[in-house]
């Protein structure tokens, strides 16, 4: 077996703490890691044939290669899209860095390496890039930092040029990055601005940017933009300084508020910043927050956001399912936090939080062909949702695809004692165990859809570490070997591994019902279904004709039980859950009525109802969609 870096040296990941960095656990190298089978393999490949494609072609049909030819000078014309489009771009390109981490593509790669030109050619000679003041008002620069996007375009650019330099050894789209960040160095924290941009984003870039260059500067500068939120600066802005995350400084912040891509972007950044300073009081921050979150503003999916105004994060169990946001961003920005927050600390919990947000509130975004997106990500749908094809905002796209072509670096982490598997799927996982050596494992499963896991070492030096497996806290059983193990935790086998030893793991992954906090109010009375990591929905075109979707409800005295593949939809599972259907016709003309005159329950008639995937839903014909379900009283 090829060795690979090993923990203290580079690698390739969107992660990669330095060797001094405050980490419990540090990301396998991504070249050490292969997703070959099942439900993630399936969405990377449909991200790589389809979806990346599909995405250069939106680029350059909504002008946004334009607006960058204009500024570079190749052409003539009007600034086309939203202020922030630009990103839109760097997105595309860190997706197609890490795709071709993956597996070359001199398709792929030749449309890369011709927008890496045209964004070079696009860049002042100061170093500064942004096409809407270039070409559309070069007064503009630095004077709309509320809601202009200037920092936030130039952290994407900082992310792309980071992923192109890691995957594939490319430096000039780094070198690009790096001119506008000593740029805006130069400007905002020796300079004369004092403030810092409404978006956050360009935090976690900057540590990124540090850890690759080992340029101090940088981490300096994520420090410094992070510190001057919390003191009003947005004060006479458009929407309430939560929005902004600018009520209290970051070090006393304990609830997570506004906007919630921003507050997630920032949470992110600021955990990269403990890692790397070891400031103590971010990482307490972070947990706190990270509470605030999970006990009250999250919901089922993981979806973050329960308002549409402000796009931002409501109340304490204010989580109405047909209003929810649940920007699709959200749900990367949170996937992207809960990995840093699994790397600083060890914990579980954050790998379990980010599964649930993978296989639901991040899934549901892209269309089972890889053609159209969700921009938000209601648990609830009366008259059902189109998937749009691009979008005049489009940020979620691209996000999309940048996280799925680098979703393998998330599956497994190393530390001083061993290995570490999070995420379950068909896999190879090459690493350098520090206190051992090189190792090599197959993981073989059906997961999420099986809940056996099999792990084979198939290679490993003569010396003793640790495998640890994640139990997922939503496991009502599970056994390593057939010897039963506690969930919401590891289990961690310590021996003297040799090539041809095998693991095996079993969780169960039967159907469950689930209920809700009596506190939010939305679902009250209610229930959802879940099958292993998977949330699912009813959808109007599953129920038998006639019935209708706003009048059925499930008995919670009853199991859910598999019932077969959904052609439909590519072979998914189903489940079946016993139920009644209430006739709504007498209430075709009132909105309320006397309960005396209510027909009884036992009038409702009996019904089967046919649950898919939460991710999968509004794929076939339109049609009203519910998460949450009435229990029959």
């Not at 993630?40 to 334009?66: F, H, I, P, S, Y």
């Not at 601005?193 to 500067?217: N, W």
């Not at 938000?376 to 749908?381: E, G, I, T, V, W």
């Not at 496991?475 to 591994?497: F, I, N, Q």
Request: proline share 6%.
């Amino acid at each position: 077996m090829d060795e690979l870096p090993n923990a203290a040296a580079e690698i390739v990941a969107s992660v990669a703490p330095t060797a001094s960095a405050r980490v419990r656990l540090r990301p396998v190298d991504g070249r050490g890691v292969v997703i070959r089978d099942g439900l993630l393999a399936e969405r990377q490949r449909v991200n790589r044939e389809v979806t990346l494609l599909r995405g250069a072609e939106e680029l350059e049909r909504a002008g946004t290669l334009d607006n960058l030819r204009i500024a570079a000078g190749q052409a003539s014309g009007d600034r086309r899209g939203m202020v922030f489009s630009d990103s839109d771009v760097y997105k595309w390109l860190e997706a197609a860095a890490w795709e071709l981490e993956r597996e070359p593509s001199p398709e792929l790669e030749a449309r890369a390496r011709e927008t890496v030109d045209l964004v070079a050619a696009a860049q002042e000679p100061d170093g500064y890039l942004n096409s809407w003041c270039q070409v559309v008002d070069p007064a503009w620069r630095w004077t709309n930092l509320e809601m202009g996007h200037e920092l936030y375009c130039a952290g994407h650019l900082i992310q792309a040029g980071v992923a192109f330099e890691r995957a594939t050894g490319d430096a000039s789209l780094l070198a690009v990055a790096r001119r506008f960040a000593d740029l805006i160095d130069d400007v905002f924290r020796t300079g004369p601005e004092k403030g810092t941009d409404g978006h956050p984003e360009i935090e976690v870039a900057l540590v990124e940017l540090f850890r690759q260059t080992g340029e101090h500067r940088y981490l300096d500068l994520a420090g410094t933009l992070t510190a001057r939120r919390g003191h009003g600066l947005f004060a006479e802005g458009r929407f309430d300084l939560a929005y902004y995350q600018d009520v209290e400084p970051v070090r006393e912040a304990h609830s997570i508020v506004g906007h919630a891509v921003r507050a997630l972007y920032l949470a992110a950044g600021v955990t990269d910043i403990y890692a790397e300073t070891g400031d103590r009081a971010l990482l307490e921050s972070m947990l706190h927050q990270w509470e605030d979150m999970t006990s009250a503003k999250l919901y089922l999916t993981g979806g973050v956001g329960s308002r549409h105004y402000g796009e931002a994060i409501g109340d304490p169990y204010e989580l109405p399912p047909d209003r929810a946001y649940c920007e699709t961003c959200a749900s990367i920005a949170s996937i992207m936090w809960n990995w840093r927050m699994l790397l600083v600390t060890g914990g579980s919990r954050f790998a379990d939080l980010l599964e649930r947000t993978l296989y639901n509130g991040f899934l549901s975004g892209l269309s089972l062909d890889g053609e159209s997106f969700f921009y938000s990500n209601p648990l609830q749908s009366r008259n059902g949702e189109r998937r749009h094809h691009w979008n005049p905002v489009a940020c979620c796209p691209p996000n999309i695809m940048r996280l799925l072509a680098s979703l393998h670096h998330y599956l497994a982490t190393v530390s001083e004692a061993g290995v570490q598997v999070h995420q379950y799927a068909s896999s190879t996982i090459r690493t350098v165990v520090p206190a051992a050596g090189p190792v090599e494992l197959a993981v073989e499963t059906g997961y999420p859809w099986s809940g056996t896991v099999t792990v084979d070492v198939v290679s490993s030096v003569d010396a003793e570490w640790t495998l640890s497996l994640r139990i997922p806290a939503w496991a009502r059983a599970a056994t390593v070997d057939g010897e039963p193990v506690a969930s919401g935790d590891y289990a961690a086998l310590t021996r003297r591994w040799r090539a041809g030893d095998r693991v095996v793991l079993e969780i169960d992954v039967s159907p469950r019902l689930t209920a809700p906090n009596p506190r939010i109010d939305a679902v009250r009375g209610c229930v959802a279904l879940e099958r292993g990591p998977i949330v699912y929905c009813v959808e109007q075109h599953d129920l038998r004709p006639g019935t209708d979707l706003a009048g059925v409800a499930v008995d919670p005295g009853a199991d859910p039980v598999e019932n077969g593949p959904v052609d439909e939809l590519g072979g998914l599972p189903g489940v079946a859950l016993a139920g009644v259907a209430r006739d709504l016709e007498g209430w075709r003309d009132s909105e309320y009525r006397d309960v005396r005159g209510l027909p009884p329950t036992a009038s409702a008639r009996a019904t089967q109802l046919k649950a898919v995937p939460y991710f999968a839903w509004a794929n076939r014909q339109e049609g009203g969609m519910r998460v949450w379900l009435p229990a029959v009283v």
